[in-house]
């Protein structure tokens, strides 16, 4: 892109390589860029490296004006955070990327009243803004399903006993078998209740076991699984990352996640397994930097789970997680619930996202 790359050669001195009074900002989630009193960059945190898609050696020195491509906006921003009593402005701008489309960011800078650094420039992404948020609003809503969920089980759970009960003794009392069918159809419909109760309280019963072990054994485990399952049809490819150090948590929990996952992709490709072109991949990276469950983590597992079905329709995928939605005939509607229940409790979320030919299931767990 044309005039993206003349600032692309390092303007500091070797004395900018030196350790900086400002390294603690490098463990923030957000893009920090302090500016010194001459209107360049004085130091830029890993975060905004990762934004701007270049080394902070080659930010710091830079003329903050041209790292934007409207440069006025971005001057009058910072001399309206000088003169603000309040001593801060917030304005979406777009960020100049080498070879790249020009970012929209939020830009808030705020006056530090410091000699050498006057102002400070805090930079995030519009799209991690409404991502961050979006999984905010998952995990509260997590939360408070949970707790509905556990105490309405619990009161469901207390008087199927005595149904059943009930029903049984009725039914040594009836004297011909169509008559009885109709209590065996309700020790039928109390059982599956019962099962549908205990699978809600499955997450909150017994001890967890808590230890470090390999994710591929995990997602070995889950694909012969699925594989036994849906023997013809379908081809679960790996692409894992043997880099991956070690997970720590409760293994069972997490091989209980990723079937639940697993499985729903698979049975979203029932057309495609009929046809022989279903294909679901697991894949595994290390993520750096990144924010899971509102904790900030310097390394963290992402593991994939993507599939080449007809996608999550729109007007569901709000709701996936939610207990009891379903969007396939005969579905309970459990399976993406307890999956999140459970990799919650290992202090992990997921996320995902779908269209029609790829749907991408994103399970983020905090490395050791």
Same mark, same amino acid.
């Given at each position: 892109?044309?005039?993206?790359?003349?600032?692309?050669?390092?303007?500091?001195?070797?004395?900018?390589?030196?350790?900086?009074?400002?390294?603690?900002?490098?463990?923030?989630?957000?893009?920090?860029?302090?500016?010194?009193?001459?209107?360049?960059?004085?130091?830029?945190?890993?975060?905004?490296?990762?934004?701007?898609?270049?080394?902070?050696?080659?930010?710091?020195?830079?003329?903050?004006?041209?790292?934007?491509?409207?440069?006025?906006?971005?001057?009058?921003?910072?001399?309206?955070?000088?003169?603000?009593?309040?001593?801060?402005?917030?304005?979406?701008?777009?960020?100049?990327?080498?070879?790249?489309?020009?970012?929209?960011?939020?830009?808030?800078?705020?006056?530090?009243?410091?000699?050498?650094?006057?102002?400070?420039?805090?930079?995030?992404?519009?799209?991690?803004?409404?991502?961050?948020?979006?999984?905010?609003?998952?995990?509260?809503?997590?939360?408070?399903?949970?707790?509905?969920?556990?105490?309405?089980?619990?009161?469901?759970?207390?008087?199927?006993?005595?149904?059943?009960?009930?029903a049984q003794l009725l039914e040594s009392e009836?004297?011909?078998?169509?008559?009885?069918?109709?209590?065996?159809?309700?020790?039928?419909?109390?059982? #599956?209740?019962?099962? !549908?109760?205990?699978? =809600?309280?499955?997450?909150?019963? /017994? @001890?967890?076991?808590? $230890? *470090?072990?390999?994710?591929?054994?995990?997602?070995?485990?889950?694909?012969?699984?699925?594989?036994?399952?849906?023997?013809?049809?379908?081809?679960?490819?790996?692409?894992?990352?043997?880099?991956?150090?070690?997970?720590?948590?409760?293994?069972?929990?997490?091989?209980?996640?990723?079937?639940?996952?697993?499985?729903?992709?698979?049975?979203?490709?029932?057309?495609?397994?009929?046809?022989?072109?279903?294909?679901?991949?697991?894949?595994?990276r290390v993520a750096r930097h990144v924010t899971?469950?509102? #904790?900030?983590?310097? !390394?963290?597992?992402? =593991?994939?789970?993507?599939?080449? /079905? @007809?996608?999550?329709? $729109? *007007?569901?995928?709000?709701?996936?997680?939610?207990?009891?939605?379903?969007?396939?005939?005969?579905?309970?509607?459990?399976?993406?619930?307890?999956?999140?229940?459970?990799?919650?409790?290992?202090?992990?979320?997921?996320?995902?996202?779908?269209?029609?030919?790829?749907?991408?299931?994103?399970?983020?767990?905090?490395?050791?």
């Open positions: 892109m044309s005039g993206a790359a003349d600032w692309l050669a390092p303007r500091g001195s070797a004395a900018s390589l030196a350790p900086s009074p400002y390294a603690g900002l490098d463990l923030l989630s957000t893009a920090v860029v302090l500016i010194g009193a001459d209107a360049r960059v004085a130091f830029a945190n890993q975060s905004a490296e990762q934004l701007f898609e270049v080394s902070r050696r080659i930010l710091n020195g830079q003329l903050v004006a041209r790292l934007f491509t409207d440069a006025a906006a971005i001057e009058r921003l910072l001399e309206a955070a000088r003169a603000n009593d309040l001593g801060q402005r917030r304005q979406v701008l777009e960020l100049r990327r080498p070879l790249k489309e020009p970012l929209p960011v939020y830009a808030t800078a705020s006056a530090l009243y410091d000699e050498a650094t006057p102002l400070v420039l805090e930079l995030n992404e519009i799209g991690q803004q409404l991502k961050v948020t979006r999984d905010e609003h998952y995990l509260d809503l997590s939360e408070a399903s949970r707790h509905l969920l556990r105490n309405l089980a619990h009161e469901i759970k207390n008087p199927l006993g005595g149904i059943r009960g009930a009836l004297p011909s078998r169509e008559q009885r069918e109709y209590t065996r159809v309700i020790i039928g419909e109390v059982d #599956r209740l019962q099962s !549908l109760v205990d699978r =809600l309280l499955a997450p909150h019963r /017994g @001890p967890r076991v808590v $230890a *470090e072990f390999n994710i591929h054994e995990v997602t070995e485990r889950v694909r012969a699984l699925i594989l036994a399952e849906f023997p013809r049809g379908l081809d679960i490819v790996r692409d894992y990352d043997a880099s991956v150090p070690d997970v720590r948590g409760d293994r069972e929990q997490l091989i209980q996640a990723l079937l639940n996952i697993v499985r729903n992709a698979a049975q979203a490709l029932r057309d495609r397994i009929a046809a022989g072109d279903a294909t679901i991949v697991l894949m595994t899971v469950a509102r #904790r900030r983590h310097r !390394l963290a597992l992402e =593991l994939h789970v993507i599939d080449n /079905g @007809p996608g999550i329709p $729109a *007007e569901l995928q709000p709701h996936v997680f939610y207990p009891l939605v379903s969007g396939r005939e005969g579905g309970s509607g459990l399976g993406l619930t307890l999956a999140q229940t459970y990799v919650q409790q290992n202090d992990g979320m997921i996320e995902f996202d779908s269209k029609p030919g790829r749907t991408d299931f994103r399970i983020l767990l905090p490395l050791p």
